[in-house]
């Protein structure tokens, strides 16, 4: 399932994992959130409702990489970077996020998950 992600008025093609915790996002949309700034790679919001799903440990995150940390914490990634010791549940991923980076900025986001009209 594809979504829109608008970051900061700026608007991207994800594709949503077909598994428990994608099905979760889809079934909060439209959804607006203010997402705070986090080690100069990644935007995130504590929802307050959980997301179900299996927890791993990537490797690597890539940049447009959507996922949850703990049990409601939406991040975006708009950076690449080595991984290995924190654990996410896989959301989905920006198709081609090509200028992500600048449209995050360096403060808060205001981001949009909606689906694809």
């Known amino acids: 399932m594809q979504i829109t992600v608008t ?13 428990e915790t994608g099905q979760a996002l889809l079934s909060r949309l439209p959804l607006t959130l203010t997402m705070e700034e986090l080690h100069g790679n990644e935007k995130y919001c504590y929802t307050g409702e959980a997301f179900g799903g299996e927890q791993y440990v990537p490797q690597t995150i890539e940049t447009g990489d959507l996922m949850v940390f ?13 991984n290995g010791d924190w ?6 991923k920006i198709d081609d996020p090509t200028g992500l980076a600048d449209a995050c900025g360096s403060g808060n986001a205001s981001v949009t998950f909606e689906q694809n009209s």
């Open 7 to 19: 970051v900061n008025g700026k608007p991207f093609v994800a594709t949503v994992e077909n598994n």
């Open 87 to 92: 654990s996410y549940k896989r959301v989905g």
């Open 70 to 82: 703990g049990s409601d914490c939406l991040v975006l990634f708009y950076d690449t970077f080595a």
